[in-house]
């Protein structure tokens, strides 16, 4: 030691003086960041609980709840979400008021504008007055939990210490708008009426029709000659998707599995009850599982943050899951404005005022601020006509004037209501009876209980309109083409005890060509569906009676029923060159799963992509005098549309794979072989020239990426989290992806949660997420469920 003091000075004063200090401060805040990580066993006692309560974590970080009344257990249950993901709420909560750029900075202003203009943080406060004292209570007892933790707790999450603030109290409107937000995440088929819209102008209703596969109402307002409205069409449906894509809402694939057996097919003769939503990766993930326990509260499950109930789960008398209707809930409407005073819109050749507000928004300043200009706080205006707000604001043109409509913003939102009746239910009836408050999001629910009954129900409030289908914008100015009503409850889609013993729902439509109402324009292709119903058909012809480890191992099948759907028509094809046809003899002896070691699931994969693009992509660019659509028409090159491409492929719409920019005619075969050309250079780049060696999963990466840290060079290592990753968008283990030039194929969205119980021993549930049940970067919770749900534990 002393030979290197003398040898090296100063080096040894710089060791002395500057590293050893800094390692040494930075392991005294390691230290005091880790002390702040919640006790495997504690019992909780603060003012406000009647007796204390007791919380055990497992070795997985599950908490169970165990308290002397319900209302007690729900005040915890607060308390314990604001030990593991208090930062997820507050991001939350900031999203859905509009107010991440106080944080943030400018990056997030068009969020906040949108989500301010969209209005939920007041549309869930207007709920509060229509919910009963019972869900008051219990609301009120839970942010009462969340507060005490924040007010008792010496170590704030270190997002707080990174962005310098400290959280608010939690309200009951911070908890109300969780289920907003998830509304939102789930639908926006608004978005869909845009790019109905801005299709139809670039093809024309006939092309249109043949691409989409369904007959679009003739458009109310002819405005696709007006360069003007298409122009602010694809501005609105840019900002949205923007947003969207930041905040990781919505996405293609968004849905779900559910699925029910009667105890006939089962090997313990009780029901077996199977679900996984699928949304888009987050760090923290979306759900949270919890075990609570009160006076006649025994619930298990999966919670949001910010909730006190069991959203999908299981009490000691039913079980229940969920999946995503795709109901079409949104319409859009033309304004009419005055000339004289755009604060005035035609209704029925009247005037009508909007009604608006004024808002501002503040906005942090640039890292490091010291060196940054003070950013003036934004004036905002929300204006609403009586079809609701008006969202082509958002983009500052006033060339078109589009208000939404959507049953999310309804005043009289419920849905908490239900949600918490449900957790109590004990039978059908009751479960139906607390169905039957549901407001928003519209789902699609699977049901068993222990004495022997299966049930599917939607839930959700449906609307009747005398005009028009949901697939493009209306006109505002007749009040005859506003919303007459809505479904009654009793006349949304039902069935108690099946004579087959089986339900299945996998956001395919969900009711046969005689059912009188509109649900939905969005179904998703029925591969899953058909899929699940294919495997348990194989099972009981081979007189195998069903456990709960049968469901386990269908929630990771990886079999793709749209591969197997269009490989006869890639076996047709006569190869012209020696890749192609390595190719094409993979393709020939692939089983369809989307798994390791089948070089042919990478080609299939990678094909489709490049195939479906060189098919659709002259149409959508024949037109280019609308410059502002290009964003939009390329996003439409990537949305595989399966039904389209079976029409394609079966001669009904084969005009298609001629390319109207060419005095040549092409054939679709001779587009599939190029499109294997473009298959093999994409990935020779990627795995190398020797196709037996490629590999799906080391193609397909599932990303996590940490709200809002991930993707910043230096946060990104420390926070995302990433796993090589199984399927496709239509195997029952959903892997939605895109490519990413340069890195492969991006695992963006999947099962976030899985659970299968059977009703014979509840004590012995299967139960999963995808990360982890801590967002604290110092937790063993905080990405240790990854490995288990990617090896299909």
Known sequence: MQTFKYRHPILFLFLLWIVLPFVFFVACILYWLHSGLPQQHQVVNYQGLSQPVTVIRDELGIPTITANSDLDAFSVMGFVHAQDRLWQMEYKRRLAQGRLSEVFGKSTLDTDRYMRTLGLYESAQQAIQHLPKSAMNVLEAYSLGVNKWIETSSVLPIEYMVTGFSPEPWTVTDSLVQIKI??????????????????????????????TQQDTATPVINSF???????????????????????????????????????????????????????????????????????????????????????????????????????????????????????????????????????KILVAQDFPSMLQPEFKPVDWVVRKTEHGPLISDVTGDSSVALSLRWTALDPDDTTFSGFLDINYAQNWSEFRQALSQHVAPALGFVYADTKNNIGFSAAGRIPTRSKGDGTLPLSGKYSKLQWQSYLPFSALPNQLNPQSGILVTANHKIHGPDYPYVISNNWRPGYRAQRIQQQIA????????????????????LLDLQALELLPFLASLQAKTPEQQAMLSQLAIWDGKMASQRPAAVIFRVWLRYFYAKVVSDELHLDVTIAT??????????????????????????????????????????????????????????????????????????????????????????????????????TVNVAGNYYEKGEGY????????????????????????????????????????????????
């Open 182 to 211: 998830m509304s939102l995440n789930l639908g926006a088929n608004y978005q869909d009426e845009l790019t109905n819209q801005i299709l139809i102008g670039q093809l024309g209703q006939d092309k249109f029709a043949m691409l």
């Open 225 to 359: 000659s007006r360069v003007d409205w298409m122009h602010s069409f694809t501005a609105i449906l840019d900002v949205s998707q923007r947003v969207f894509e930041q905040e990781k809402l919505g996405g293609e694939a968004v849905g779900s599995n559910a699925w029910v057996v009667s105890g006939e097919h089962s090997q313990s003769g009780a029901p077996i009850l199977a679900n996984d939503p699928h949304l888009q990766h987050a760090l923290p993930t979306s759900f949270y599982i919890a075990h609570i326990k009160g006076e006649r509260l025994d619930v298990k499950g999966a919670t949001l943050a910010g909730l006190p109930v069991v959203i999908f789960g299981q009490n000691k008398f039913i079980s229940w899951g969920g999946t995503n209707l795709a109901a079409d809930v949104q319409d859009l409407y033309i304004e009419q404005l005055n000339t004289s005073n755009n604060n005035q819109y035609e209704v029925d050749e009247k005037w009508q005022d909007m009604s608006f507000q004024h808002e």
């Open 538 to 557: 194989q099972w009981r012809e081979n007189g195998i009676k069903l456990t709960p480890e049968h469901f386990v191992e269908l929630q990771h099948d």
């Open 629 to 730: 659509r290009t964003r939009t028409l390329r996003r439409e090159e990537n949305h595989i549309r399966p039904i389209f491409l079976r029409a394609l492929l079966t001669g009904d719409a084969d005009e298609w794979c001629d390319d109207v920019a060419t005095t040549d005619v092409e054939t679709c075969e001779m587009i599939a072989l190029w499109a294997l050309d473009d298959a093999y250079e994409e990935v020779y780049k990627l795995q190398g020239d020797d196709i037996n060696d490629w590999d799906w999963p080391a193609l397909l990466n599932a990303q996590f990426v940490h709200q809002p840290f991930g993707n910043k060079a230096l946060m990104s290592n420390i926070f995302d989290r990433s796993e090589r990753a199984f399927g496709s968008q239509y």
């Open 746 to 793: 991006i695992k963006h969205l999947g099962a976030t949660y899985r659970q299968v119980i059977d009703m014979s021993n509840l004590s012995n549930s299967h139960m999963t997420i995808d990360l982890g049940q801590s967002g604290n970067i110092l937790s063993e919770h905080y990405d240790n469920f990854l490995p288990k749900q990617g090896a299909g534990q």
